[in-house]
C-alpha cells in the first residue's frame, strides 16, 4: 500500500499505535493476514483481536466510528496518492471472470493488482484500493451491488478511469424490482468515470440512455467481435468477457498475445477429468440462474 500517515486515520475513530509507529504500509480487517506495518481496522467483532494484530506485526489498530465510512475514507486517501490506472468491472453476470481475463493480459506487461477472488463489496474494494503500491500501473477492481446507489458509493472513492459493465440481467430483482433499475444500478458506474474516461459495454438497449455523455468515450462491444488471441477456454459466456476485457487491454496500450491463459478465481471454469472418460465441470460459485443457464449451455455443447 502507499503509505499512510497515522495523522489521516485518527480522526476516524479509536487508533492503538505502536510508539514508534507514524505511518502504515497496509490494511487488513483479518488479524491472521496482518503482516509487519499493516492497519488493521476493526470491523464487526474484530475489536476482540487488535491484540493479536499488533502481535503480529501491525502498525496500528483502528476501532472505527463506522466501519464502512473508514473503509472508503482509507482506500480514497490511497487512491488520490496514486498514478495507477483504475478499471472498474461491474455486471449482472461475469465481473469476477472478466476480472481474471483481464488481468491475465495486464500482468504481463504493467505491474497488475486485481481484487481477490470476487472482494467486490464495501469492504473488499477497499481492500483492493489499499493494495496499490507506489508503482502500480494498473488496478482492476470489480464493484458488486445490492441495491441502487451501491456502485455510485464504490466509485467515490475507486475513482475509475475505465468502467466496464459485463451485462444486464434479470438479478437481484428483489432488491431493485427491474431489470430497467438493475441497469441504471449499473450504468451509476458510467455516471462516476471523471471527464475523458472510457466506457466499455456490450451492445445493450437497456444502458443506451446512460451513454449519452459527451464528455467520455463510450465503446460498444459487439456479440460478434472476433478475439485477437486464441483463449485457454471456449464457453460462450466466457468468450463475451474475453471481448470486453480485451478491449480495456488495447484502450491501456497492453500488447494483445497470440494465446492467453487464464487461471479463474476459484469455483469458476473448473474442468475435471473423472475415471471412464467422466467430465465435471465445476462453475457453481454464488450462481444465479443467467449464470447457470449459461454453465449449462457450455454443458450442452460439450
Known amino acids: 500500500m502507499i503509505p499512510l500517515e497515522l495523522d489521516l486515520i485518527e480522526p476516524l475513530g479509536r487508533v492503538v499505535a505502536r510508539p514508534w509507529a507514524d505511518v502504515v504500509t497496509g490494511m487488513q ?85 486485481a481484487n481477490e477472488e470476487n472482494f467486490n463489496t464495501e469492504i473488499g474494494v477497499p481492500l483492493t484500493i489499499c493494495r496499490i503500491e507506489d508503482d502500480t500501473e494498473v488496478c482492476i477492481s470489480e464493484l458488486g451491488m445490492r441495491g441502487l446507489g451501491q456502485i455510485a458509493w464504490l466509485a467515490s472513492f475507486v475513482q475509475p478511469d475505465v468502467g466496464v459493465i459485463t451485462n444486464v440481467g434479470p438479478v437481484h430483482l428483489e432488491l431493485v424490482e427491474t431489470i430497467e433499475n438493475v441497469a441504471r444500478a449499473k450504468a451509476e458506474l458510467i455516471e462516476a468515470l471523471p471527464a475523458g474516461g472510457v466506457a466499455i459495454v456490450p451492445e445493450e438497449p437497456l444502458l443506451e440512455p446512460y451513454l449519452q455523455r459527451s464528455d467520455i468515450f463510450v465503446k460498444r462491444i459487439a456479440a460478434d467481435t472476433p478475439l485477437a488471441f486464441e483463449p485457454s477456454f471456449t464457453a460462450r459466456h466466457q468468450l463475451a468477457n474475453a471481448r470486453l476485457a480485451s478491449a480495456v487491454a488495447e484502450y491501456l496500450a497492453v500488447p494483445l498475445p497470440k494465446t492467453l491463459t487464464v487461471e479463474f478465481s476459484k469455483l469458476r471454469e473448473e474442468e475435471r477429468v473423472l475415471p471412464g472418460d467422466g467430465l465435471l465441470l465445476n462453475d457453481c460459485y454464488n450462481a444465479n440462474p443467467v449464470s447457470m443457464r449459461a454453465a449449462l449451455e457450455h454443458l450442452a455443447e460439450q
Not at 56 to 65: H, I
Not at 81 to 94: C, D, E, N, P, Y
Open 29 to 113: 480487517v483479518d488479524s491472521r493476514r496482518i503482516e509487519e506495518g499493516d492497519l488493521f481496522v476493526a470491523v464487526g467483532g474484530g475489536e476482540d483481536f487488535v491484540a493479536h494484530a499488533l502481535a503480529r506485526g501491525a502498525s496500528a489498530a483502528l476501532v472505527p466510528a463506522d466501519a464502512v465510512a473508514a473503509l472508503a475514507a482509507i482506500a480514497g486517501a490511497v487512491r488520490e496518492r496514486s498514478k495507477a490506472r483504475i478499471v472498474a468491472i461491474t455486471g449482472s453476470t461475469g465481473k469476477t471472470s472478466t476480472k481474471d481475463i483481464l488481468f491475465a493480459l495486464c500482468a504481463p506487461h504493467r505491474r497488475t493488482i
